[in-house]
């Protein structure tokens, strides 16, 4: 039953693997799609969803199977709960890059002030997170997962600065108007493409460490403060 119980964790760590690795090229696309007015790329995005969805009620299914047949304790336990959740992020950044592929079309030409916002260093922000929040996983790096954690605020703040800036030239290109509220929700997509990666790496951190930061990570990273008490002060 033990060696039965080890070939399902691996079978579930491999699924995870490689659901982050087609999100991220999910990702990459649907920001190339955008950025190089490549409909092909907009469309392999599209394709590609029903692959996501399927990878996600596998996982789903298997995290099931191996607590219902099994007893699993410690870490192994904390890999199963955080593989759940981790899976439903990548489920939803994989909804943010199809949500972004979908705009391609409606901001083909690009509005003539687009190399004037901030969207493609919100974009490289918000890859390098997701990219580092899965190596973090996959090598159970808790310092890699905390500069993911710290990066999420710095994307916070580029959101709110594009969001003013895009505002902006709306103002002064009112007949590129429905072009622009396109670059505002796609900014709104990449802030939460970092929320969704910055939850991933909180589980990290919950499977290797066994400490839960969610709400409360400010005071991990920052403090370092071990006693769960003091929290609740």
């Known amino acids: 039953m033990e ?30 799609s955008i950025e190089e007015q490549n409909s092909g790329f907009a469309e ?4 590609r969803e029903n692959k996501v969805n399927k990878y996600d009620r596998k996982i ?34 994989g909804d943010l890059a199809r949500n972004i ?66 505002i902006n030239f709306i103002k002064s290109n009112i007949n590129e108007l429905e072009k622009g509220i396109e670059l505002l929700e796609i900014c709104r997509h990449l802030e939460r493409l970092g929320d969704q990666a910055t939850n991933i790496a909180e589980d990290v951190v919950f499977i290797v460490n066994a400490k839960l930061i969610k709400h409360k990570y400010q005071k991990y990273i920052y403090d370092d403060i071990d006693d769960e008490d003091k929290d609740e002060e």
């Open 44 to 47: 392999t995005v599209l394709e």
């Open 101 to 166: 592929a979908l705009r391609q079309p409606k901001l083909t030409p690009k509005p003539s002030f687009y190399s004037k916002t901030k969207i493609q260093e919100m974009s490289l922000i918000a890859k390098s997170m997701l990219n580092n929040s899965i190596d973090a996983f996959n090598n159970e790096d808790i310092d890699l997962a905390k500069k993911v954690i710290i990066k999420d605020s710095v994307l916070d703040d580029l959101f709110v600065e594009n969001k003013e800036l895009i």
């Open 60 to 93: 789903e299914k298997l995290c099931q199977k191996i607590i219902a047949l099994n007893q699993p304790v410690a870490m192994d336990l904390r890999l199963i709960i955080s593989a759940l959740t981790i899976n439903t992020n990548l489920e939803r950044i």
């Open 3 to 32: 060696r039965l119980f080890d070939i399902y964790l691996e079978k579930l760590k491999t699924r995870l693997i490689k659901m982050s690795s087609l999100v991220e090229q999910q990702v990459d696309l649907a920001v190339k």
